[in-house]
């Protein structure tokens, strides 16, 4: 009997305990799972740590996050600067993390960051100044330089007097954690500095690396359109679906600054060139941003000089030599003038060799630039004025031109 008693018990916790073995679903991961910390208010999250803070954000990246971007300065402060401006035009929150010694609340470190929306998730600009004692604060620098995407260097004003050297030292600190020489970095100058040009175009001579050295801009506008501009240039270019495109990549639609005196009126919408043979079935109107912010034709003179690297560009009309846009520094009055002669010169040589007087697009190589006219779509009547380097690809230039004009204007052309 007792024995009876003990099989029954026995099968009875068999019933409960042996199950069949069951394979659990893999579960997408989700980004608000990867998110660091807790979030303790709007511009503040708090993480706590048993480990060094550097440790912990490396588990972090291990498991997986979004795409970011790095943003230097020379120790001027330019970096948090752009991106105090950049959240005062956008509403873009400049927030904090908090990395602290758990159980003891004791602050080990700090990063600044902000995140740019996009469709599925948002782009982070990570800033380099990193708030923590000297040797934690070294291996979280080489850590954010080693796992971002994109490095933006930013020189303002006052530049530092060892500039050059301080470049080269980045550059070092670079190749240590990039062994392998793969890196995305866009300069951003917004002073005219010779030992700061020099030491970007010695930058950009570095072996494998992708360097692109921007115009000098001092706006918080006008760089936020070349580091969004440079950003999906990547994307494109890269495996789709690896880094988000970021939609917003003008702020046009807001003041640079509070002071009326220096904003200048509001410029005229583009428009596109009519479509000759069968009609345009138009979606919603060029130049029209996701947002719904319609693009100037100085966002879009900006943009493309970001595109083709331009030294200098504008848009003019051609039948007046009326100037419609002009990139920060150009002349705009005498490049249409020069521009518009160049183009009857061509049109006079075309005539005197019987090849007609019609003029698709004029190429010029001179001692320290080449100039490159051509129609653009972003406006019916206009010509597009490009001042390149004097080694630039034009063909390049030329093939970028079309394309952002192609993506910028997109238009279906029904027979």
């Not at 879009?300 to 690297?309: E, K, R, S």
Request: charged fraction near 20%.
């Amino acid at each position: 009997m007792a024995h009876d008693q003990d099989r029954e018990q026995r099968d009875a916790w068999a019933a409960h305990t042996q199950v069949a073995t069951q394979l659990m679903e893999e579960r997408a991961p989700v980004q608000a799972l990867r998110e660091l910390g807790r979030q303790v208010s709007p511009t503040l999250r708090e993480l706590f740590v048993v480990c060094d803070p550097s440790e912990a954000l490396r588990q972090h990246f291990e498991m997986g996050v979004s795409p970011f971007v790095l943003l230097h300065d020379l120790g001027n402060g330019a970096g948090r600067a752009f991106l105090q401006g950049l959240s005062e035009r956008t509403g873009w929150r400049v927030q904090s993390l908090s990395i602290r010694r758990q159980g003891f609340g004791t602050v080990l470190a700090a990063l600044s960051y902000l995140d740019c929306p996009v469709s599925d998730g948002c782009v982070r600009i990570y800033l380099a100044e990193v708030q923590a004692e000297s040797r934690e604060q070294e291996a979280l620098s080489r850590l954010l330089a080693a796992s971002a995407s994109v490095q933006v260097l930013m020189g303002g004003s006052p530049m530092p007097p060892d500039v050059a050297a301080r470049v080269s030292h980045w550059r070092e600190q670079l190749l240590v954690v990039h062994p392998e020489g793969a890196v995305s970095v866009l300069a951003l100058p917004q002073v005219r500095d010779p030992d700061w040009m020099l030491s970007l175009s010695a930058l950009a001579r570095t072996p494998r690396w992708q360097v692109e050295v921007s115009p000098v801009s001092q706006t918080v506008a006008a760089n936020w359109t070349l580091l969004a501009t440079y950003w999906n240039r990547l994307a494109q270019a890269g495996v789709p679906g690896a880094m988000p495109l970021i939609e917003r990549i003008t702020l046009s639609g807001l003041p640079d600054t509070p002071d009326p005196a220096r904003v200048a009126p509001a410029p005229r919408a583009p428009k596109p060139m009519p479509v000759i043979q069968g009609r345009t079935v138009e979606g919603r109107a060029p130049g029209v941003t996701d947002a719904g912010v319609v693009m100037s034709l100085d966002a879009h003179l900006m943009a493309l000089q970001a595109h083709t690297g331009a030294l200098r560009a504008c848009i003019f009309a051609l039948s007046n030599r009326e100037v419609w846009a002009r990139t920060e520094g150009a002349d705009g009055a005498a490049m249409a003038e020069q521009g518009h002669a160049l183009l009857v010169a061509v049109g006079r040589i075309g005539q005197g060799l019987t090849l007609g007087r019609s003029v698709r697009e004029a190429h010029v190589s001179l001692g320290e630039a080449q100039v490159l006219l051509r129609p653009t779509r972003l406006r019916s009547g206009g010509v597009l004025m490009l001042i390149l380097p004097r080694d630039a690809d034009v063909s390049r230039a030329r093939e970028r031109t079309l394309q952002y004009e192609a993506q910028a204007l997109p238009t279906q052309t029904v027979p």
